[in-house]
């Protein structure tokens, strides 16, 4: 009767093994924090470049580390961030500064680790000094995902894992993904502050935040203990425009979303502090996630001015093409992270070809400002 028993519990043992659900993307392995820094913002605001300058000096320190969302919004802002051409305002970004807003801008709120956004200080980057703090902080889980957008139909189709290492504090976490938007071109004040992104007349502005996919603060998951896989897919259709009046057309070469586990909910349901955060991949229709898990890449700075970095894994060769299709820089790489002066290509957009060790290709789009 005992060998019986035994022989059932093994079998069982296996089915469970042989049925349980294996990462495709996260890791399991233990990490440290990434930080997101989300910006608070406005065309109209003198001092905003500047802070964004800020912001891109933390994302060129922690290149795959640190994330950001410029978040511009009218509620409240005393109308730095108006609403004539391009309206880079949305509701859900009036809700974000209404409840973590200061007395002005711009304002970082980091990991939302604090009620309110942090001020600008002109004399010291604080807000790159706070996420360094934070980027040695081990984090409970990891977060990690792959996105695939049909260009005829503008379907999203996205998929996040979330792994937790350590036990979160509480029952239940909350993951919430985002849209931004990247290139758009328009006036800004103050943009001298920041010259990388001055194109012409004109300021490009990065990292635009577009919508939350999710509940606004995030859904809830659980559980949330040591050596939980929790995936969750979700399907968004990409509008034509955002923005209303003067709406911004949504350019499918140009987003790309993260996804971020906030730990518990706070004073009007807003949810903090975020616990780990991720940029999902983009993978073209037709290649599988597994194809791609191994060639994740990083492009920096975006804008670049002088020398480009490319940091990938067994990455062969980088190509890099001009809006109308013809190749103006072709590097042989011999290791992971690869450099390219590109302070002899004129101001505009540009396509980066990353092709690694087995043929795969994986394009980015940078705008070379100077």
């Known amino acids: 009767m005992k060998k019986l028993l035994l022989s059932i519990c093994l079998v069982a043992l296996c089915l469970l093994k042989a049925n349980a659900q294996e990462p495709k993307m996260v890791t399991t392995e233990p990490s440290k924090r990434n930080v997101l820094i989300e910006e608070l913002t406005g065309r109209s605001c003198t001092w905003c470049p500047l802070g964004q300058l800020h912001v891109n000096q933390a994302l060129t320190e922690f290149p795959g580390r640190v994330f950001t969302a410029n978040i511009h919004s009218d ?23 209404k409840l973590f807003g200061n007395s002005g801008l711009p304002g970082a709120i980091i990991n939302r680790t604090e009620d309110k956004a942090a001020g600008l200080d002109s004399s010291v980057n604080r807000w790159m000094l706070e996420a360094s703090k934070i980027l040695n902080q081990s984090a409970e889980c990891n977060i990690a995902g792959s996105v695939t957008i049909n260009p005829e139909t503008r379907l999203a189709r996205i998929t996040v894992e979330v792994y937790y290492t350590a036990d979160s504090k ?28 001055i194109i012409g007349d004109q300021y490009c502005h990065m990292h635009v935040y577009r919508n939350t996919l999710t509940d606004k603060w995030g859904d809830a998951i659980s559980p949330t203990t040591a050596g939980t896989l929790i995936t969750k897919t979700f399907k968004y ?29 706070a004073g009007g349901a807003k949810t903090m502090p975020i616990l780990n955060v991720c940029q999902l991949q983009h993978i073209e229709q037709g290649e599988s996630v597994e ?28 190509v890099m093409y001009n809006s109308l299709g013809q190749v103006v820089k072709t590097v042989d790489a011999d290791e ?19 092709i690694d060790n087995a043929g795969n290709v994986t394009t980015n789009k940078v705008a070379v400002s100077k």
Request: hydrophobic share 35%; no cysteine.
């Open 170 to 197: 509480v029952e239940n976490n909350y993951l919430t993904v985002i849209m931004l938007q990247d290139s758009i071109i328009g006036p800004q004040k103050g943009a001298e502050s920041n010259p990388d992104q």
């Open 75 to 97: 509620g409240g802002a005393g109308g730095l961030s108006p609403k004539t051409y391009p309206n880079l305002n949305t509701l859900k970004g009036d809700d974000i500064y």
């Open 237 to 265: 259709t990409i509008p034509e425009s955002i923005g209303e009046p003067n709406g911004v057309k949504v350019d499918l070469n140009n987003v790309h979303f993260l996804a971020f586990v906030t730990e518990h909910q």
């Open 336 to 354: 992971d992270d690869v450099q390219i002066n590109v302070s002899d290509l004129q101001n505009g957009m540009y396509f980066v070809n990353i």
């Open 291 to 318: 194809e791609n898990v191994e060639t994740t890449s990083y492009v920096y700075p975006n804008p670049v001015k002088d020398v480009l970095t490319i940091t990938a894994e067994n990455v062969k060769q980088v």
